[in-house]
């Protein structure tokens, strides 16, 4: 078995996807990370909504039938009776009306095998619904039809019976491609880790798997290479990335004795690393656990569709049974009383009312991804229109998820572009994260950079270097305070409480200017909160940033609250905290909000984010503007209010022709024949395509 476990592992490895690891008891070693097997992750929302409609069938399942189904429908509608006399031609030879029956039965058994299966299921379950419908319309008209084949007298349904399960197979076809694809947020929150790490053992390093390290191991991490494990560093100084897991904005310095986390990135320094927490323990692991118990505790939503189709299925049953015993009861021949029972199963085929959601559907997922949206789960989708709070993750969502330059202060003779430019040209040949934010900064502003001489580092407090004979520092607010040169100015102190990072420019050691920089917040984000606020939503924000940060960038964008230093794992649960007041949305791109977007009633990632959280969002934006989270809201309204309408009309319409079709006004010499039933209910189907249609305009 442990052999048989290595293989996969390899495979999936060989994808960059690691999936399963062995465990601690089987190898004596370690445990690793508990990858859950593809079932598992699986069974996302999606699924769950399906299990028991289509299981069992795949799209491409529904797919080849639904093709195959068409092209023999073709010759049963040349062969109909009906249809020669409605178009005014006669196509018989000896046997045609045997060929009919064979054709017809082929499309009955293979393309209403879905159907079949599932009114089985439905009886089984005691959960009747839209398949019960499906199943015995066609079986109705399917056994009638070839009872006339053989000898009864009546109608001919098979060109009604193949149409039906056409537009059945097509309606429910659209509806999974809307709907399914099971969440993959599992698999890539793994393919985050690195597969190799580099072992520090008897003073040299060997590249080895990382489901191969133990407690206590040495690893050596390079620039710029994700960090294996989770650890504590115990040589060498660097700056870590850990927005994608923490939504920390800005890289955080590590030194002897600081821990790091799996899955980061690290920055310019070489550092070894001491391995602290392996398997269930790590920090990536716990977030998978968070991401999954999400996804199977998440709940399921009963479809509009299905509650119409169930109390349509008990109608049409009831009334088909009641007017076969009336009709019968008053003396009308066999033959009269099953074609007005089968007329009533007919005339309630669910055409208009199959097609009424995955039409509208089809359009607003269409609509929405010619407008950057990419709708995951459509039920989630149509929640949207009841949305009372958005709440926004914000780094990467509401900020740019890069440092910059947002206020530059003159503290002597120089104007503020002769200090950004002095900083920049000195910051130039160092190749910190801030470094490169502030020469980013000059250069959006034009400036030319001036060449440094005798360039140095400050190790943990700055540079330093000569431009024009005299020698200029950038330094951090720690080199100040051990230099021991005051600095008291109101705009560094709001600036410093705002939680930005200030870096000074010293010449020798007199303040001349000092630069600001934080993570820049999105031009389009305002825009999107305005909105958002005009729709009467509330706009919250939540951060693993410290509080100062969260407090200016809210107050620069008008929230209307906001959560500060939310770790990962307490993220879904500040959600939850939310979701006793409000029906809510979050937004985010990161892995730490994977659990978060599944929680949420609604779960939107912007589309430049981690996969992960891409994989375990109902929608995704894929243009990465927050403005797009009030179109969306807008759609679903209108999408919910198209749904309705569509129901309300096939409803409406079975209202009506089921009375008819059971021969209610017969005394008045009103009588539906099973030929007008069938033009009607195929008008019915028509007006429901043209209202989801209308949704574009």
Known sequence: MVEEDNTIREQHRMHGIARGHETHEAHGAHEEHAMPEPESTTMSKPHEIHKGRHEGHTLEDFKKRFIISLALTAPILVLSPFI???????????????????????????????FLKGFFDEI??????????????????????????????GEIFFWELA?????????HWIEMRSVLGASRALEELVKIMPSEAHLIKDGHTADVKVENLNLGDLVLVKPGEKIPVDGAVIEGETSVNESMLTGESRPIAKRVGDGVIGGSINGEGSISVKVEKIGSETYL??????????????????????????????????????????????????????????????????????LAVPLVVAVSTSLAAKSGLLIRDRQAFEKAKDLQAVVFDKTGTLTEGRFGVTDVVSLAELNENDVLGLIASLEANSEHPIAAGIVNGSKEKGLELIHVHEFRAIPGKGVEGYVQGKIWRVVSPGYLHEAKIDLHEAKIETLAQQGKTVVFLLEED???????????????SREAIDKLKSMNIRCIMITGDNKFVAKWVAEELGLDDFFAEVLPNEKAETIKKIQKEYIVAMVGDGVNDAPALVQADVG?????????????????????????????????????SKMFQNLVWAAGYNALAIPLAAGILYSYGILLSPAVGAILMSASTVIVAINARLLKM
């Open 124 to 153: 089984k379950s005691n959960n009747i619904g839209m398949m019960t419908l499906i199943a015995t319309a066609i079986s109705s008209a399917y056994f009638y039809s070839s009872a006339v084949v053989f000898g009864l007298e």
């Open 510 to 524: 007199r303040p001349i200017g000092a630069v600001a920089l934080a993570d820049i917040i999105r031009t389009e």
């Open 84 to 114: 020669q006399e409605s178009f005014g031609f006669k196509l018989e030879f000896p046997g045609s009306i045997y060929i009919l029956f064979l054709l017809s039965t082929f499309v009955y058994f293979y393309g209403g095998y879905p």
């Open 163 to 171: 149409t039906l399960i056409d537009i059945m197979l097509l309606g």
């Open 285 to 354: 692991s716990q977030v998978i656990a968070l991401v999954k118990h999400a996804q199977e505790s998440k709940s399921k939503t009963q479809d509009l569709a299905d509650k119409a189709a169930r109390l349509l299925t008990i109608i049409s049953l009831s009334v088909g049974a009641i007017t076969l015993v009336v009709w019968l009861y008053l003396d009308e021949n066999s033959a009269f009383a099953v074609e007005r029972a089968v007329t009533v199963m007919v005339i309630s085929c669910p055409h208009a009312l199959g």
């Open 604 to 640: 939107i990632a912007i589309g430049a984010g981690t996969d992960v959280a891409i994989e375990s969002a109902d929608i995704v934006l894929v243009r990465n503007d927050p403005r797009d989270m009030a179109y969306i809201i807008g759609l679903s309204r209108k999408t919910y």
